[in-house]
């Protein structure tokens, strides 16, 4: 029999009307002609186009004027070649410029799903039984393209979710690349990705071991400039593509945490960044750090990243190397086994696996943890999220894929000091799609990247359908002895 599932009446929906200014260029000779033509104009015709443009995109876009300054800078190079001075451009005309390289995004026009929800760093001014939370989304907009979004909530004494209203702006965060490169991990990355061989050993003998991004660029830009291969010089720029997978991201403090969004940059990503799995993982000091595995996807390869933040303005981004951080599904245990970092995977696409490390960003020798075994999970079991830990063992919630490719939730209970042992697995999923949530963008789907304890009660978010997210939730002690239990009805059906 399956366990009682309370289903929360609360669905979180996209905002199709949340939009971003985004940076928006359409190849170096068209980008020529706008500036060429901005330039005839007399001040008072740019003060005449760019006034009313301030006025109407101020009330949807926080700072709309640093905005467009930014990104007429990211022009400057192309302004310069045709004997322009950038500095005596009036401000207003930078403005302008400003404008033609700029368009608004509607980050969730499409779909809102795939939550994940982790204690916010915040927890001042309740009362007690009472805990604040943040929960990720995946927000797809335009084109299937994936960011990470974000909202706060409040779990009551008695369970309920309050869902604290959006702001009125999304933010994009100042990207800063201060990242100091392992040669060796970078190269290998870069043969991951297809990148030629012939320029890899290029860049190995004229890197250091370890560098920074202004001399890979200066490198780069100088081998690229005595290239006459126009194939090879595009395999200099994917270099510089994999280099944007490392940054800094910074958002103003004046953000709200439903303002901030996290928006693919790099070319490896411009497809989309998908599933993040948040963790409050507990350092060995004591200290709290929030960790994210998420994965970058450029239409047809792969990339899976690590996202590090204490306070959920500063975020550090890092590509995870070695061969057990390929495919997705990548989660990080809440705190060191043994003395290292444990990690699950699904390499294959099938299988969930169990990793140690002693490196956050290097991850080898992967071991099989979970086949497929009932026929709601045949097609591919993975895991919904970081690991619990109760006292009980690691509780795992899982997804698995059966018949019309329908997605269910089920559960599984790892050994607490070896998570390779399992202790139980329910054998009937824990949630499936009802009636009303088999219908949406991707439909007879449920999926989960993490779920949080509280007051005794084990809280799911849930993408339904792929069309919006809800809540469910169960007494963890019920499903615990029915974890448990689970091996011995194993153990009966072998015999």
Known sequence: ??????????????????????????????????????MKLSEQEVFGLISPLLQEYSKRHRN????????????????????????DLSAYRRLLLGS??????????????????????????????????????????????SSVVFRRALLDRQGNIIITPAGNY???????????????????????????SVILEELDARLPDKFEYAELRRVIMDSKAIQPDEALKLEYEKVLWLSDTYQEMSFSRDTDISDRVIFPISEFERKGIEDARFVRFVKDDGSIKYYATYTAFDGSLILPKLLETSDFYDFKVSPLHGEGSQNKNLALFPRKINGKYAMISRIDGWN????????????DDPIKLQAPEFPWEYVQIGNCGSPIETDAGWLIITHGVGPMRRYCLGASLLDLHDPS????????PLVIPNNDEREGYVPNVLYSCGSIIHNGELIIPYGLSDYCSSFASVNLEHLLEKLKQSVSETKTLAV
């Open 64 to 87: 709309i004027t640093k905005i467009l300054t930014r990104h007429c800078k990211k022009v400057k190079p192309i302004i310069e070649q045709l004997s322009i001075d950038y500095d």
């Open 1 to 38: 029999m399956r366990l009682i599932i309370e289903r929360k009446d609360i669905k979180v929906y996209p905002d199709p009307k949340r939009v971003i200014a985004r940076y928006f260029f359409n190849g170096e000779e068209r980008a020529k002609q706008v500036i060429k033509n901005v």
């Open 421 to 428: 042992i399992e202790i139980g697995r329910l054998h009937e």
């Open 352 to 363: 969930n696996y169990l990793m140690y490390s002693d490196k956050l960003t290097v991850w």
């Open 170 to 196: 999304v933010d994009e965060a100042e990207i800063i690349r201060n990242a100091v490169y392992n040669k060796n991990l970078f190269l290998k990355k870069a043969d991951v990705t297809n990148i030629n």
């Open 100 to 145: 033609y390289f700029t368009h608004e995004y509607s980050i969730e026009s499409a779909a809102f799903f795939n939550p994940s929800i982790v204690e916010d760093p915040n927890q001042a001014d309740l009362v007690e039984g009472e805990k604040r939370v943040i929960i990720s989304f995946r927000a797809v907009g335009e084109g299937h393209i």
